[in-house]
């Protein structure tokens, strides 16, 4: 392979955006839980909604910070980096991409100052609608860019007049096949991948001897929470697969290792898949399950990788083990969301030590899971950028390999430093846990004052009132 | 119909453009002004007076990025790959910024480091916006509609004096911002800075006034062909008028007019800059018309627009509202 400017445009891409979807993946699931952290005390008044709240709003404020700085890196790159797609599929991708800006990036903005920085300065039920318009404006985001994602996974609703695509059918546009489900699965990862890391922080602070209420209630709620959405996540999951059968054959043959049509696809559990000799070394797989799984019959025939000529197939290595890997994460979930729930059932799972061992090491478990997904799809749909329009290789920009070599080399230290301190500052932040934090109000100690965030209400900073969330109560 | 759109998407790009810069310069602005006080709790003070704001602020930065691509995708697909070292530069400076809002608090009592990345970065990103601005000024090499030049066209030394003119500019916008905001020695201090930066950009804005008609004919003929010199001799004279007026009142007691005066001799330069510049969205050779998207895509975002524009600019100013009032010195915890 040429180390170019394609190449390493790609890598760059893959990385920037790999780092960047961690965080809103996160920040989707963080904000409707704060949201309805603050609902919960808005009608229950019970105190330990409200401590939970004011904890993940500091983890959260971090994790969106992150996100914005690295998703600011993204709208530009695909200028700077794919300005040919810019031009070839601007007219369809661009105006989904610049909804997303209008009825997402601002709402998300501007409320989250409010939910940052309004505990005292505006009454709780607008501070509830506030966490609640943040976490609305998360989600719409991810409506818009999953639409645009998913139009360039199996484009319709276009003409191409000179290799450029016009819009005909915005509806179309929009709503294209393969969007629904693959928002809901996105979604349900978000809240998934979310609920691990509530209940990582709860059992930490369980196995740590902080049996606290708060502590308490975030495993609970993460137990219920997984419990319900991890099964519905293998459902989703299995529709969308397949779907990709329908739309996206090539992609659905790498994911399954699939290179003699003549025979039913079995579900190969693993082997080496060998893109020069076109065959699997090392296989270990089950005849016709695939075929069961995907198209309903174990007897049933579907396109191999060698129906698809050389150039216009995906690389199989990285969407065949990306995928085995989220599936048997999505399975651990299962298993483990549902152990969860029976140990709270039978009334033990606050003292099942080993459950709560694991759980407090579970929380990279969705992260990962999404990562891979989206090695899988993206990965899967090369050797296009937009299926059938536009090949990754023609979108590349006139820029020199040596400029992509600085900027790519510059993205990965400055990502890993200020990444890695994000992540450390956070851990940081969920050692304190909720319970020590509201004791650490006394404004006498600066040093000692966790994120400004969620720490000084805006009346401390800007006046009028002194801090103490003790004495925020809700309006009854 | 195909004549309008691209004018009303120019209108509303370069409105965008303007608030960014406006709402972005004073919280850049500020951290441009970070190492000019040692003292924590000053910094705290400084941070504080934007820290509510700069997310929604730098939203904008997306809406022109992202918006300059839905409008105007040739020009989008041109600008970047042309300013490639400059836009990576402040995207990567933004990133140090932008976290040092978070990391700074959590951080503490070790938070030096984010002290000097949020100036650091600020700074840096101002610098290469007005690199972007100047190299965009005097033009870009194209051939069949795609960027041809070298990747270091943008570097002259009049980018150089638009990356400098930029963070002065902005620090102006962050000083008068915080005689605006704040109170006590942060207050003073700004007010101090401000006169200073005032003339210096004020001296920036006649040093583009004058090479740049200079270096390009068509700018010269823009503005000094007597027909066209009739309409546009206001601009000049306000903007001198309001630097008068913003050295008179910053050497008074005023609080609020300062930063108003600086927004608007910033409105002056970008309408002035506009002026010179059109039709061309990519000087010398391509205009709105020519680097354009498809009708429909015009269409379907405008819609859009008409509805969500006034609902952003009405609860941008809900947030400033409710979060009105000087930020104190103590802030509450010292």
Known sequence: MEIDAFLLSRIQFAFTISFHIVFPAFTIGLSAYIATLLGLWLKTGDRKFHLLARFWTKIFAVSFAMGVVSGIVLSYQIGTNWSRFSVAVG?????????????????????????????????????????????????????????????????????????????????????????????????????????????????????????????????????????????LQAVIGDFHGKQTAIYQPAKLAAIEAHWDSSKPGALVLFAWPDEKAELNRFEVSIPGVASLLTHGSMDALFPSLKDFKVEDRPPVLIPFFAFRAMVGIGTLMIIFGWVGAWLWKRGTVFEARRWLWLAQYSWPAGFIAILSGWFVTEVGRQPWLATGVLRSKDAVSPVTTIEVAISLALFVFVYCVVFTAGILLINRLIDKGPDEISHEDPPEQPSRRPLKAAQAPASAIFGDGHPGDDKIQPAS | MEWYLPVIWAGLIGTAVMLYVVLDGFDLGIAILFPTTKDEGE?????????????????????????????????????????????????????????????????????????????????????????????????????????????????????????????????????????????????????????????????????????????????????????????????????????????????????????????????????GLAISNYPYLVPPGLTIWDTAAAPASHVFVLIGVTFLLPMILFYTAFVYWTFRGKVKADAGYH
């Open chain 1, 91 to 231: 007219n369809v991708v661009g105006p989904l991409l610049g909804y997303e800006v209008l009825t997402a990036f601002f709402l998300e903005a501007s409320f989250l100052g409010v939910m940052l920085f309004g505990w005292k300065r505006v009454p709780p039920w607008l501070h509830f609608l506030s966490a609640a318009i943040v976490a609305g404006g998360t989600a719409l985001s991810g409506f818009w860019i999953l639409s645009a994602n998913s139009w360039m996974q199996y484009p319709v609703g276009h003409e191409v007049r000179d290799g450029i695509a016009y819009p005909v059918d915005w509806l179309k546009i929009v709503f294209n096949p393969t969007f629904p489900l693959r928002f809901a699965h996105m979604m349900t990862a978000a809240y998934l991948t979310t609920a691990f890391v509530v209940l990582a922080t709860g059992a930490r602070h369980l196995l740590a001897g902080h049996r606290t209420e708060s502590a308490k209630t975030m495993v609970r709620m993460a137990v219920l929470m997984i419990a319900l959405t991890a099964p």
């Open chain 2, 43 to 271: 910094r705290d003070q400084m941070m504080n007076s934007v820290a509510p704001f700069w997310d929604g602020n730098e939203t904008w930065l997306v809406l022109g990025g992202a918006g300059l691509w839905v409008a105007f995708p040739y020009a989008y697909a041109i600008i970047m790959p042309a300013f490639y070292i400059p836009v990576i530069l402040m995207l990567l400076s933004l990133i140090f910024r932008g976290v040092a809002f978070e990391f700074r608090w959590v951080a503490k009592p070790h938070h030096r480091i984010w002290d000097l990345a949020f100036w650091a970065g600020s700074t840096v990103a101002a610098f290469a916006q007005g690199l972007i601005l100047g190299g965009l000024i005097q033009g870009v090499t194209v051939v069949d509609k795609q960027f041809a030049g070298g990747p270091f066209d943008w570097l002259t030394p009049f980018t150089l004096m638009c990356g400098v003119g930029v963070v002065i500019g902005y620090a102006t916008l962050g000083a008068t911002w915080l005689v605006y905001k704040t109170e006590g020695p942060v207050a003073e201090r700004a007010r101090r800075q401000a006169r200073t930066l005032l003339l210096g950009l004020l001296a920036f804005a006649v040093l583009v006034s004058l090479w740049t008609p200079y270096a390009h004919p068509r700018i010269a003929e823009r503005w000094f062909t007597p027909s066209n010199l009739m309409l546009l001799w206001p601009f000049p004279l306000l903007t001198a008028l309001c630097g008068t007026m913003a050295w008179k009142r910053l050497n008074g007691a005023h609080e609020f007019t300062p930063f108003a005066l600086t927004v608007a001799i910033f409105l002056l330069c970008f309408l």
